[in-house]
């Protein structure tokens, strides 16, 4: 049986998620970082973890499917024997206007930020229940609190997993699970690195603290929300985003 904790992040090969997974192994957990891309340099990833003397596994698995992510959790199982923390952080933006916007577009969002951290989320609470014990960290949006034009198939699905995040935290509080979401604000990571330069003027200038954040900023916010720092927190959405919501 492993003395140490474990953590599983979705979407763990880059981005806020591998800060929050680099965060995670800085403070001893065990690591199930998981991605999808095919282009993933897994041999670099197990190296940088492997450097901080933590166990990680490494799972390639869509969050969307469900049947990847019995296999992804079942992995996990086999290897750690629990899971401590889960963080539901993969997600994707497909922007357009609503005149605009696909079906297909839509539905890719809401099935892999929402029905992903559904399934995600259901897999790894029954090995939590058993234990009684775990925290949950659903990754939301401030979008997802007030809306964005260009990008209602997004903030539909950061919204989604707010109400998903108080409703299951409602059902598990009894069993000693803590279960809270993050909205980030601008961060830097590939995600926004995509949009025009005037674009993320425009948004740098709705920051109180005119800066963008960083992902190593969110990821401390997150680790908070895993570990026993904050173990009377449960069923809450916490802004990170230099003030633009308050
Ligand atoms: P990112 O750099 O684009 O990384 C996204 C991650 O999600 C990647 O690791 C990707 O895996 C993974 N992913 C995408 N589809 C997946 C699937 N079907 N199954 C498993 N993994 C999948 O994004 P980020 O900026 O770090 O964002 C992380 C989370 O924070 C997202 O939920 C995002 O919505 C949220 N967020 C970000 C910001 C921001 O400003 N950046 C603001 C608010 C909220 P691969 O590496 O394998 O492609």
Redesign the pocket.
């Known amino acids: 049986m492993s003395e140490r904790k474990t953590v599983l992040v979705?979407?763990?090969?880059?981005?806020?998620?591998k800060e929050v997974a680099l965060k995670f192994a800085d403070q001893g957990y065990n690591v199930v970082i998981?991605?999808?891309?095919d282009n993933?340099d897994v041999n670099a990833l197990k190296q940088e973890f492997q450097e901080k003397n933590v166990e990680c596994l490494i799972i390639k698995?869509?969050?969307?499917k469900a049947e990847e992510v019995t296999k992804l959790v079942e992995k996990s199982i086999e290897k750690f024997e629990k899971i401590d923390v889960l963080v539901n952080?993969?997600?994707?933006t497909k922007d357009n206007l609503l005149l605009r916007m696909t079906e297909e577009e839509f539905d890719k969002v809401i099935e892999?930020?929402l029905k992903?951290t559904y399934l995600v989320t259901k897999a790894v609470s029954k090995y939590m229940m058993k234990k009684r014990q775990g925290s949950i960290i659903n990754?939301s949006?401030?979008v997802g609190v007030s809306g964005n034009a260009g990008q209602c198939n997004y903030s539909a699905s950061k919204a989604g997993i707010i109400g998903f995040t108080k409703s299951i935290a409602r059902e598990l509080a009894s069993r000693n699970i803590r279960v809270n979401s993050v909205a980030?604000?601008?961060?830097a990571?590939?995600?926004?690195a995509v949009l025009p330069d005037n674009v993320k003027e425009t948004i740098n200038n709705q920051i109180p603290l005119k800066r963008i954040g960083s992902?190593k900023e969110v990821a401390e916010l997150i680790y908070f929300l895993g570990s026993d720092l904050s173990s009377y927190i449960t069923g809450q959405v916490i802004n990170i985003d230099g003030g633009m919501l308050m």
């Open positions: 979705t979407g763990a090969a880059r981005g806020i998620g998981n991605y999808v891309s993933t698995a869509d969050v969307s952080n993969a997600g994707i892999i930020n992903g990754l949006s401030v980030p604000g601008f961060i990571t590939d995600m926004t992902a």
